[in-house]
């Protein structure tokens, strides 16, 4: 079961990293201050919640690996619901899976994403690579930029289809920083821009969980049409609080999920 887990995170892990190149920078920076390997925390992933790649569909290839089900998070602004799914090994990554509602979406986006949907072969969402195919469908640019207007979340996903959406880094298991302060002036005093929406650390010690997160990469994608440079993938950071049984919390905080989608925001 774990080397079939392995297996998966690293493919998940090599998709990301191809699309995501501060990741990889941010990866190297931390693991030559650190003795050990970089922990990830969770991984996240983004769909429609249309057949045949509903979030459900998603999550089956982890409830396969043992993972069983978490929380549920609604997201009313953006439209999205939201699962989170844990593995009985505690040191095994969350998953954190959503679902844009298209059908709470205008009579346009619910045509556009409903003509890319159908292109996906039902066969495909089954099989063993799918979290890592990426595009499933023919999507030109002035597709993609109809569909930001209303949903940078259904523009985002129409573009890069599936892959992780972020890896992120567990606060807890470093050694040479233990709070998301000092993580994001480390970033800062890199280069690399953190998404300051809902301010630079979400959540808090009373909630217990905190998180920040860089803003996406800009990547050239291929289009139907043309090659444009788009919002690809950002990388996480998360520190978790022990509950009152001592054991470190497991869940997400909904509001600051709703601060983390807007790490892909192309205005950013």
């Known amino acids: ?137 023919k999507l030109d640019y002035g597709t993609y930029r109809s569909l930001l207007e209303e949903s940078e979340y259904a523009a985002w996903t129409a573009a890069w289809g599936y892959r992780a959406n972020h890896f992120t880094v567990s606060i807890n298991h470093l050694e040479s920083i233990k709070t998301v302060a000092q993580i994001n002036q480390l970033l800062k005093d890199h280069g690399f821009a953190i998404n300051t929406s809902g301010g630079e650390v979400k959540g808090s010690p009373q909630e217990l969980l905190e998180q920040s997160s860089t803003l996406a990469d800009r990547v050239a994608l291929e289009f139907t049409d043309q090659v444009a440079t788009v919002p690809s993938c950002f990388y996480e950071f998360a520190l978790r609080y022990p509950k009152p049984d001592g054991n470190l919390y497991s869940g997400f905080v909904a509001a600051s999920a709703d601060k983390i989608f807007e790490s892909t925001h192309a205005s950013n």
């Not at 844990?86 to 679902?99: G, L, M, N, T, Y």
């Not at 619910?110 to 799918?130: K, R, Y």
Request: glycine share 6%; net charge negative.
């Open 1 to 137: 079961m774990h080397n079939d887990l392995n297996a998966l995170f690293s493919r998940l892990w090599q998709s990301y990293r191809r699309v995501t190149p501060s990741a990889e920078r941010i990866h190297q920076l931390l693991g030559e201050r650190e003795s050990h390997p970089i922990v990830n925390d969770h991984i996240a992933l983004r769909t429609f919640n249309l057949a045949p790649v509903r979030l459900d569909k998603l999550a089956g290839h982890f409830l396969k690996l043992g993972y069983q089900p978490g929380g549920e998070y609604h997201f009313e602004a953006k439209k999205l619901y939201a699962r989170h799914y844990e593995h009985p090994d505690p040191d095994v990554p969350k998953v954190f899976i959503s679902e844009l509602l298209v059908d709470q979406c205008s009579v346009q986006l619910q045509a556009i994403v409903s003509d890319l949907v159908a292109q996906t072969n039902p066969g495909a969402v089954d099989a063993d690579d799918f979290l890592t195919s990426g595009r499933h469908w």
